[in-house]
């Protein structure tokens, strides 16, 4: 069974511009989430999406969104970059049924570095 | 807003010893999961404990959840270099997210 593929694995851009990431989750898992990963902050919960729905998300100003497809792929976006967007912008896929998700597993992608310049 | 604190926050010992992370939370844990993260990877769960009291034992790590449900602990034993990484609790809040502790990182010495 394939992993979770985040694509791409290493980007460079500069102040001001746009990124839009990729993942895709393990087969027939439903629940796609993003996490964004600095020294400083750690492991910071972005969205979460279940059958192209948002359910929840965390404390990140409107400039990084995301969607989700009909085949549960996931992208998230971020517009007017800034310095203190470089991190490791990694992806969860979770086998959620559409309930909580307590006892879940997360399957963790590899991540895509973003260095902002 | 719930924060998950882990102590220390850098470990470095040498091949062979024992030691101990803890994750503790100002809220009650819903249910909580360790991970383990190696350079270039994503986060690996490790294990979920959801009782108070409960006990679970993998191979060498042995984890602990408090009575109360706000504190957890990791204990390696006799460990190898190949234990090496970033310790990181995380909690489900019971509302599609998880919140990550601000992790462990632990070196082994040969």
């Known amino acids: 069974k394939a992993g979770v593929t985040q694509t791409p694995r290493y980007l460079i851009k500069t102040r001001g511009q746009q990124v839009t990431l990729s993942c895709s989750p393990i087969?027939?898992?439903?629940?796609v989430s993003w996490y964004q990963q600095t020294p400083g902050q750690g492991l910071q919960f972005l969205f979460e999406?279940?059958?192209?729905?948002?359910?929840n998300k965390g404390n990140f100003p409107g400039r990084f969104s995301g969607r989700q497809f009909s085949n549960s792929r996931s992208e998230m976006n971020v517009s007017t970059l800034e310095l203190g967007d470089s991190a490791l912008y990694l992806c969860a896929s979770n086998g959620d049924a559409g309930v909580a998700l307590i006892n879940n597993e997360q399957f963790f992608g590899p991540g895509t570095r973003l260095t902002v310049l | 807003t719930q924060l998950l604190e882990q102590s220390p926050q850098f470990l470095s010992i040498q091949e062979g010893e024992n030691l101990t992370v803890y994750c503790n939370s100002s809220?009650?844990?819903?249910?909580l999961q360790w991970y383990r993260q190696e350079p270039g990877e994503g986060p690996v769960l490790l294990v979920t404990v959801v009782t108070g009291g409960e006990v679970k034992k993998l191979k060498r790590l042995t984890f602990q959840f408090g009575d109360a449900r706000k504190d957890s602990s990791l204990h390696i034993t006799a460990a190898q270099p190949g234990d090496t990484g970033l310790y990181l609790c995380?909690?489900?809040?019971?509302?599609?997210?998880?919140?990550f502790g601000t992790g462990t990182r632990l070196k082994v010495l040969a």
């Open positions: 999406y279940f059958s192209e729905t948002q359910r």
């Open positions: 087969s027939g898992h439903r629940s």
């Open positions: 995380a909690e489900t809040s019971g509302t599609y997210k998880y919140i």
């Open positions: 809220s009650v844990f819903s249910s």
